[in-house]
């Protein structure tokens, strides 16, 4: 009775203030893949803060980095006619969803909250379908991060790589230190993630070209061949259990001083904080050589599937509470990413929370920012798909850097 009364007051003050609220009985099911400890703590962000406004929880985890599988599981649901009240998603995903009309739309409460002006519009044009509020970002992450082992980069002489050359020298340098040079999970989505650094590192216009334009002429290019040598040169730096490892675990074998370093989106980031490691002493973080001053990005928004009329008040509080600027600032903060609204102040962030919006803005207004092919921001699954393929191929050694570039174009061609 007091927790029912706890809630009903809370609501009606919520309303009072004119904000949108639910009922102690509302509940939201969400189907997410945020299963690591960084992720889930962050995800605890969330809960709790709707708990706070009588919004009761379902949790649909589907565990695998890169949510592929949460988007199988998510097609299944969906085929048999249950679809989750929200759903995190990825960029073009969400627009295919809004193609097929599956999903609601948040309008009224973008518009009351003037989102709009807020949301950049590198991700409005995910959150939008036709004019129309679909989804709700909860914040941008970026992939062409490393993690580096303060410890372990400082017994190689504590400078951090500037370019590819020095990269490759410090990883020399971890490989004589008798540790794994490079912690890496050998899994498809991993495998891309580090190709977005690697072609990003042979230049902006190169990277625009291949995985946004999906220029063939830039897809066939030597410039393609010497991406995939790269990836020869780094695959030499990993132990031999790679194969099908998590990347969270990856991380560990960075904070437990393993491994040297991980190329990783800044969700790594949860991790080492959720170990209590602190950037700068026990960590570095800096973009890969190369990329600096440039951003491929990827933004977790929760799309919201059109539902039963009675949950629809519950999914507008959800989308509300995940766009204000309190609850923004304190999710990323675990997440690692930085925020989905321009005007959350940095001071809670840490040294790498802060340079992730530094960079961000940065690269934006300097037109340096570009959607993540590894984290379907620069491609429809479909043509995601073809591209992993290959580039995991080729990793796993099962085609040479030729035969990949040739591959490559016609699957692109194939998938479009
Ligand atoms: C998501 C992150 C998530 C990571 C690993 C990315 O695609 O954007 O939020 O932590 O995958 O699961």
């Given amino acids: 009775m007091r927790k029912f009364l706890t809630t009903t007051a809370i609501a009606a003050v919520m309303l009072g203030m004119g904000g949108l609220s639910a009922n102690a009985e509302e509940n939201v099911e969400v189907l997410h893949w945020w299963t690591a400890g960084g992720e889930a703590a962050a995800l605890d962000v969330l809960k709790k803060d709707l708990e706070s406004k009588g919004i009761s929880w379902t949790d649909m985890p589907v565990a695998g980095g890169g949510g592929t599988e949460a988007m199988t599981v998510l097609r299944a649901r969906v085929t048999a006619g249950n679809a989750p009240t929200a759903v995190q998603m990825l960029g073009f995903d969400i627009l295919d969803w809004a193609k097929e009309g599956a ?6 409460i973008a518009e009351k909250e003037g989102w709009d002006k807020v949301i950049p519009t590198a991700l409005q044009q995910f959150s939008k379908y036709d004019g129309h509020w679909i989804a709700a970002p909860v914040n941008v992450h970026s992939t062409n991060w490393m993690w580096i082992n303060k410890a372990a980069l400082d017994k190689a002489g504590g400078k951090e790589p500037q370019n590819w050359d020095e990269l490759v020298a410090l990883l020399d340098n971890f490989k004589e230190q008798g540790i794994t040079p490079v912690a890496h ?3 498809a989505w991993q495998d891309a993630t580090i190709f977005d650094a690697v072609v990003l590192s042979l230049g902006n216009d190169f990277y625009k070209k291949a995985f946004i334009d999906l220029d063939p002429e830039a897809l066939g290019s030597d410039q393609m061949k010497e991406a995939f040598d790269r990836m020869t040169k780094l695959r030499s730096y990993v132990d031999d259990n ?4 998590d990347w969270n675990l990856a991380s560990a074998m960075v904070i437990e001083g393993k491994a040297g370093l991980q190329f990783m989106g800044d969700w790594a980031k949860g991790e ?3 170990a209590e490691q602190k950037p700068g002493e026990d960590f570095v973080c800096m973009r890969f050589p190369g990329t600096q001053g440039s951003v491929t990005f990827n933004s977790d928004q929760f799309a919201m599937f059109k539902v039963a009329e009675d949950k629809v008040p519950a999914q507008l509080a959800m989308a509300s509470a995940i766009e204000s600027p309190v609850f923004q600032s304190a999710f990323n903060v675990v997440k690692g990413s930085a925020p989905a609204r321009t005007d959350v102040p940095d001071t809670d962030f840490d040294d790498c ?3 992730a919006i530094k960079d961000l803005a940065e690269a934006n207004a300097n037109g340096t920012l570009y959607g993540s092919m590894g984290h379907g921001h620069a491609n ?3 043509v995601k798909n073809a591209i992993y393929d ?3 191929r080729q ?3 099962d085609l040479s850097s030729e035969e990949a570039v040739t591959e490559l174009v016609a699957a692109v061609e194939a998938a479009q």
Avoid: C, M, W, Y
């Fill in 185 to 187: 999970g050998g899994q």
């Fill in 390 to 392: 290959v580039v995991t």
């Fill in 242 to 245: 790679f194969s099908g490892r």
């Fill in 103 to 108: 999903l609601g739309n948040l309008d009224e």
């Fill in 380 to 382: 429809p699954a479909s």
């Fill in 395 to 397: 990793f796993n050694g």
């Fill in 272 to 274: 080492f904080i959720k």
């Fill in 353 to 355: 929370g802060k340079k």
